[in-house]
T-cell receptor, first 116, second 112 residues
Framework: GEEVAQTPKHLVRGEGQKAKLYCAPI?????VFWYQQVLKNEFKFLIS????????ETGMPKERFSAKCLPNSPCSLEIQATKLEDSAVYFC??????????????FGPGTRLTVL | GDSVTQMEGPVTLSEEAFLTINCTYT??????LFWYVQYPGEGLQLLLK?????DKGSNKGFEATYRKETTSFHLEKGSVQVSDSAVYFC???????????FGKGTRLSVIA
């Protein structure tokens, strides 16, 4: 598609439950990024993919967070055993492969996760 | 590491006022610079970008010039409208599809 799609729009989980978020990048884009936007608008990078391969996972809390981008499927971000501090808006972005220069990242509408 | 500093606001202006939101950066190499806008309840939209020194990005009456000598990328608009009320984020991107580094955002409220 022409836009990054994210589902669901809102997700409510009790502490300790699992949460799974989905992202469909723009067709033809090779890179997918996940960011977490917490209170006070701060963005934290989580992980990126080049096609189905992990490209950069330096921001990923590895104990409870995992992510995948499989061929012909939406990318997913999964949080096992959610904690209150995981409450945030999770944004997915995609970009094209353009050699060495930074290409624009296009963002989806986000998934608001509320952990009660 | 790379970082972006922008004025935190909130900024409140009357309609048709002049807008400046300051943004400075620290980076190695030659990053690309971006302004994104987040309207209430929505995701991030690219507003404008510049990929090299002295480039000027512009869109919807907003503009920003990539100033390497002052490491700045200030956002300006000559006459704001109520519909410009949003949170504005300055961001930089390194080479090779590295993650964006965002400033903390500046909330703009425009009153009629």
């Amino acid at each position: 598609g022409e836009e990054v799609a994210q589902t669901p729009k809102h997700l409510v989980r009790g502490e300790g439950q699992k949460a799974k978020l989905y992202c469909a990048p723009i067709k033809g884009h090779s890179y997918v990024f996940w960011y977490q936007q917490v209170l006070k608008n701060e963005f934290k990078f989580l992980i990126s993919f080049q096609n189905e391969n992990v490209f950069d996972e330096t921001g990923m809390p590895k104990e409870r967070f995992s992510a995948k981008c499989l061929p012909n499927s939406p990318c997913s971000l999964e949080i096992q055993a959610t904690k209150l501090e995981d409450s945030a808006v999770y944004f997915c972005a995609s970009s094209q492969l353009r050699g060495r220069s930074t290409d624009t990242q296009y963002f989806g509408p986000g998934t608001r996760l509320t952990v009660l | 590491g790379d970082s972006v500093t922008q004025m935190e606001g909130p900024v409140t202006l009357s309609e048709e006022a002049f807008l400046t939101i300051n943004c400075t950066y620290t980076a190695t190499g030659y990053p690309s610079l971006f302004w994104y806008v987040q309207y209430p309840g929505e995701g991030l939209q690219l507003l404008l970008k510049a990929t090299k020194a002295d480039d000027k990005g512009s869109n919807k009456g907003f503009e920003a010039t990539y100033r390497k000598e002052t490491t700045s990328f200030h956002l300006e608009k000559g006459s704001v409208q109520v519909s410009d009320s949003a949170v504005y984020f300055c961001a930089l991107g390194g080479s090779g599809n590295t993650p964006l580094v965002f400033g903390k955002g500046t909330r703009l409220s425009v009153i009629a």
